[in-house]
C-alpha cells in the first residue's frame, strides 16, 4: 500500500526550532515533487514550501521563506522540513504531498495523514 508518513511534530517555544520528516511506504520521495502543507481549524489547508527532482529546486510560502527549510535525504528516500525561529502563526496540522505544483501549490498525488505542530510559550 502506498503512502506518506509524517513524524517530528511536537511543541516548541517561539524561536525554537522542530524538524518534520515525510517518508514514503511503498515507493521512494527521491523522483517525486514533494510539499510541506498545513492547516488550522477553519481554514484551508496552504502550501509551505515544495522541492522538486532531482537537483532539489525550492519554493516557500512568503510567511516562511527564511526560517524553514525544505530539503532531501536521497539515501532514505525521505524529505525534511527544518521549521527555525518558530512563531505564533505557525501552529497547525503538517501534511506531507505528492504531485504538487510548486508555484499554484495544486496538489494531485498522495497525502500523509498530518503531524501536529504547536507553538506555546
Known amino acids: 500500500q502506498v503512502k506518506l508518513v509524517e513524524s517530528g511534530g511536537g511543541v516548541a517555544r517561539p524561536g525554537e526550532s522542530l524538524r518534520l520528516s515525510c517518508v514514503g511506504s511503498?515507493?521512494?520521495?527521491?523522483?517525486?515533487?514533494v510539499a510541506w502543507f498545513r492547516q488550522v481549524p477553519g481554514k484551508e489547508r496552504e502550501g509551505v514550501a515544495c522541492?522538486?527532482?532531482?537537483?532539489?529546486?525550492?519554493n516557500y510560502a512568503p510567511s516562511v521563506k527564511g526560517r524553514f527549510t525544505i530539503s532531501r535525504d536521497k539515501t532514505a528516500g525521505s524529505v525534511f522540513l527544518q521549521m527555525n525561529m518558530v512563531n505564533p502563526e505557525d501552529p497547525a496540522i503538517y501534511y506531507c504531498?505528492?504531485?504538487?505544483?510548486?508555484?499554484?501549490?495544486?496538489?494531485?498525488?498522495?497525502w500523509g495523514q498530518g503531524t501536529r505542530v504547536t507553538v506555546s510559550s
Open positions: 504531498a505528492t504531485g504538487v505544483d510548486c508555484t499554484s501549490w495544486k496538489q494531485w498525488g498522495y
Open positions: 511503498g515507493f521512494s520521495l527521491n523522483y517525486n515533487i
Open positions: 522541492i522538486k527532482p532531482p537537483v532539489g529546486e525550492t
